[in-house]
């Protein structure tokens, strides 16, 4: 009897290693893996993680490259709005897993799998974003976690490797790291602690830089177009471009505690030079560019936006609507922001736009009034104060 299809979300770490085998083995399973690269992976890693799975087991690996798409469909929107949860973490990794669960789940209906499997565990938002992800795109494709139904431990699973033929080096790090384009996820014991932080040890970038350095973001209708006078047509490499720069001067780091989507508190550490940079520099430009109420509306979208994709809602409709208004909001958001980088942090000096709503011809903040005349002031106050004083005339002072 023909052997069922079965693709693997692989890392080449030890839960998805551990899948490999025990879907071979004990479920009878033709496995097919494939990693969605958003950008946390190089050339050598991948190759790496392809023998991996192939000496697992695997009939076959793939390498699904989905970085620009990521770039397209993802990082851009979270510029546009500015997009930090809980203000502090710009959703690095958290966004990479929904479009790495639909280039999953594509691969899987292109091959004509029988079924789908990921190796998270329980306790974490992972979970549902795959699961929910896979649900929507191919309901009828099964669904198959070991890791997270079995309640494995890591002993367990190394033993079971072993037994079946499989060793390598599966010890546990002292930190978790995550990598990805948009920023990397650390965890360890101190993040599962709520009075403590992360060492500086525990950052896989470290300072490297001495002194200030002036960086120059340009922007075009609100994406990166320049790094320094450097323009780039592809979005990805000013990004990493960014990201060189920055991160030398160990920039971004932070703490992100937050709901997860299970119900309970959650906190990660996270360093992400290049996202923290070009979201402080897009947010200050748009202070020049944009009216009062745009920058209120657009806030209000961006924090809805940012908690949508974060909890697995990308495939929401709602979602769409939102990344209109937030590409709308962009067409005069274009323009050349100064930064000076110093070791741990940043300033932003000062925009040069030509949509700047400064450059104008009715005044000058504190200084000079050119539109109109004191008594237009006096009257214009007068008015704006009839609705309060209508209400303390009506209910007298209050304490």
Same mark, same amino acid.
């Given at each position: 009897?023909?052997?069922?299809?079965?693709? $693997?979300?692989?890392?080449?770490?030890? *839960?998805?290693?551990?899948?490999?085998?025990?879907?071979?083995?004990?479920?009878?399973?033709?496995?097919?893996?494939?990693?969605?690269?958003?950008?946390?992976?190089?050339?050598?890693?991948?190759?790496?993680?392809?023998?991996?799975?192939?000496?697992?087991?695997?009939?076959?690996?793939? &390498?699904?490259? /989905?970085?620009? &798409?990521?770039?397209?469909?993802?990082?851009?929107?979270?510029?546009?709005?500015?997009?930090?949860?809980?203000?502090?973490?710009?959703?690095?990794?958290?966004?990479?897993?929904?479009?790495?669960?639909?280039?999953?789940?594509?691969?899987?209906?292109?091959?004509?799998? %029988?079924?789908?499997?990921?190796?998270?565990?329980?306790?974490?938002? %992972?979970?549902?974003?795959?699961?929910? &992800?896979?649900?929507?795109?191919?309901?009828? /494709?099964? /669904? /198959?976690?070991?890791?997270?139904?079995?309640?494995?431990?890591?002993?367990?699973?190394?033993? =079971?490797?072993?037994?079946?033929?499989?060793?390598?080096?599966?010890?546990?790090?002292?930190?978790?790291? #995550?990598?990805? $384009?948009?920023?990397?996820?650390?965890?360890?014991?101190?993040?599962?602690?709520?009075?403590?932080?992360?060492?500086?040890?525990?950052?896989?970038?470290?300072?490297?830089?001495?002194?200030?350095?002036?960086?120059?973001?340009?922007?075009?209708?609100?994406?990166?177009?320049?790094?320094?006078?450097?323009?780039?047509?592809?979005?990805?490499?000013?990004?990493?471009?960014?990201?060189?720069?920055?991160?030398?001067?160990?920039?971004?780091?932070?703490?992100?505690?937050?709901?997860?989507?299970?119900?309970?508190?959650?906190?990660?550490?996270?360093?992400?030079?290049?996202?923290?940079?070009?979201?402080?520099?897009?947010?200050? $430009?748009?202070?020049?560019?944009?009216?009062?109420?745009?920058?209120?509306?657009?806030?209000?979208?961006?924090?809805? =936006?940012?908690?949508?994709?974060?909890?697995?809602?990308?495939?929401?409709?709602?979602?769409? %609507?939102?990344?209109?208004?937030?590409?709308?909001?962009?067409? #005069?958001?274009?323009?050349?922001?100064?930064?000076? $980088?110093?070791?741990?942090?940043?300033?932003?000096?000062?925009?040069?736009?030509?949509?700047?709503?400064? #450059? #104008?011809?009715?005044?000058?903040?504190?200084?000079?009034?050119?539109?109109?005349?004191? %008594? *237009?002031?006096?009257?214009?106050?007068?008015?704006?104060?009839?609705?309060?004083?209508?209400?303390?005339?009506?209910?007298?002072?209050?304490?």
């Amino acid at each position: 009897m023909e052997r069922k299809k079965v693709v $693997l979300a692989f890392s080449g770490g030890l *839960d998805t290693s551990f899948c490999v085998k025990y879907l071979t083995e004990e479920k009878g399973y033709d496995v097919y893996t494939a990693i969605a690269n958003t950008g946390g992976f190089n050339a050598e890693e991948l190759k790496v993680i392809e023998q991996k799975a192939l000496a697992l087991g695997a009939v076959r690996h793939a &390498t699904l490259d /989905i970085e620009q &798409t990521y770039y397209e469909k993802s990082i851009r929107f979270m510029v546009y709005g500015n997009v930090l949860r809980n203000g502090t973490y710009p959703i690095s990794v958290s966004s990479e897993r929904i479009f790495q669960a639909i280039a999953t789940i594509n691969y899987a209906k292109e091959i004509g799998a %029988d079924a789908v499997a990921h190796g998270s565990t329980g306790a974490g938002n %992972d979970q549902v974003r795959f699961d929910l &992800t896979f649900q929507i795109l191919a309901p009828n /494709i099964e /669904i /198959i976690t070991p890791t997270r139904d079995m309640g494995l431990t890591r002993e367990y699973e190394i033993n =079971y490797l072993k037994e079946h033929g499989y060793e390598a080096d599966f010890t546990k790090l002292e930190y978790s790291i #995550n990598k990805g $384009l948009w920023g990397t996820s650390v965890g360890g014991k101190e993040t599962l602690d709520s009075k403590l932080t992360l060492p500086n040890e525990a950052y896989p970038s470290q300072l490297v830089a001495e002194g200030e350095e002036t960086l120059k973001l340009s922007f075009e209708k609100g994406e990166l177009s320049a790094v320094n006078g450097q323009v780039y047509t592809d979005k990805v490499a000013a990004i990493r471009a960014v990201e060189a720069i920055a991160s030398r001067f160990a920039i971004g780091r932070d703490m992100h505690i937050g709901d997860t989507i299970v119900g309970i508190k959650g906190r990660v550490g996270f360093e992400a030079a290049a996202p923290i940079i070009i979201i402080a520099a897009h947010k200050m $430009l748009e202070k020049h560019v944009l009216t009062k109420w745009q920058q209120y509306w657009k806030e209000q979208i961006g924090t809805w =936006y940012g908690m949508f994709l974060h909890e697995a809602q990308y495939l929401e409709p709602v979602m769409r %609507d939102m990344e209109k208004m937030l590409e709308s909001s962009q067409r #005069n958001v274009t323009g050349t922001v100064e930064i000076i $980088l110093r070791p741990y942090g940043y300033t932003l000096v000062g925009v040069d736009s030509p949509h700047d709503l400064m #450059n #104008n011809d009715f005044g000058e903040y504190g200084e000079v009034m050119k539109a109109w005349t004191p %008594d *237009d002031v006096k009257g214009f106050t007068k008015i704006l104060a009839n609705q309060m004083k209508i209400y303390f005339n009506v209910n007298g002072e209050e304490d």
